[in-house]
T-cell receptor, first 115, second 113 residues
Framework: AQTVTQSQPEMSVQEAETVTLSCTYD???????LFWYKQPPSRQMILVIR??????QNATENRFSVNFQKAAKSFSLKISDSQLGDTAMYFC????????????FGKGTKLSVKP | NAGVTQTPKFQVLKTGQSMTLQCAQD?????MSWYRQDPGMGLRLIHY???????DQGEVPNGYNVSRSTTEDFPLRLLSAAPSQTSVYFC????????????FGPGTRLTVT
């Protein structure tokens, strides 16, 4: 069975600084996808970034980037130039490739950006 | 496009009562699912469906029923509510991976007293 582990329940960062959220996963499969979701206090789940396992290049979306280490099964999220609006829960998620896969979530990291 | 809609947004039930959480989508996605979110537990899959007439259990299915008679709707039924079912419930659909995957409804906060 696949598992996703986020080892940092809470983190804080000063506005404009950089923060990295950790995520590790476990699978014996080769075809899978990884995601980071943001959940602000509004409760809405927002997709931040995604990574296909077969791609070696790390995904980037504006201030958000990932460090994908396939051999180590690690998928960390780096937020640059942190903004107050980045304050949220962040969830790492995994899904096997193919039409039958279900999203598996980590327990989340609560990020607070301080002014 | 409304995307994924859920009703109600909030609900309080007494132990033993039954209710149905509604989920509807207008994106013609075959895949729909229900998750519950509890503090410190992340999101856990309750039930999912890969098309009309097809449903299956997720990680935490006990106490919940689902059915899928149309592509658009995927209701979640609590047959006899228990305090352990106090949670936030999310309905989610899935498009293709190239679409970014994972369209979530706004959630329903359910309290069982």
């Amino acid at each position: 069975a696949q598992t996703v582990t986020q080892s940092q329940p809470e983190m804080s960062v000063q506005e404009a600084e950089t923060v990295t959220l950790s995520c590790t996963y476990d699978t014996s499969e080769n075809n899978y996808y990884l995601f980071w979701y943001k959940q602000p206090p509004s409760r809405q789940m927002i997709l931040v970034i995604r990574q296909e396992a077969y791609k070696q290049q790390n995904a980037t979306e504006n201030r958000f980037s990932v460090n994908f280490q396939k051999a180590a099964k690690s998928f960390s999220l780096k937020i640059s130039d942190s903004q107050l609006g980045d304050t949220a829960m962040y969830f790492c998620a995994f899904i096997l490739g193919g039409s039958q896969g279900n999203l598996i979530f980590g327990k989340g990291t609560k990020l607070s950006v301080k002014p | 496009n409304a995307g994924v809609t859920q009703t109600p947004k909030f609900q309080v039930l007494k132990t033993g009562q039954s209710m149905t959480l509604q989920c509807a989508q207008d994106m013609n996605h075959e895949y729909m699912s229900w998750y519950r979110q509890d503090p410190g537990m992340g999101l856990r899959l309750i039930h999912y469906s890969v098309g009309a007439g097809i449903t299956d259990q997720g990680e935490v299915p006990n106490g919940y029923n689902v059915s899928r008679s149309t592509t658009e709707d995927f209701p979640l039924r609590l047959l006899s509510a228990a305090p352990s079912q106090t949670s936030v419930y999310f309905c989610a659909t899935r498009g293709g991976f190239s679409e970014g995957f994972g369209y979530f409804g706004p959630g329903t906060r359910l309290t069982v007293t």
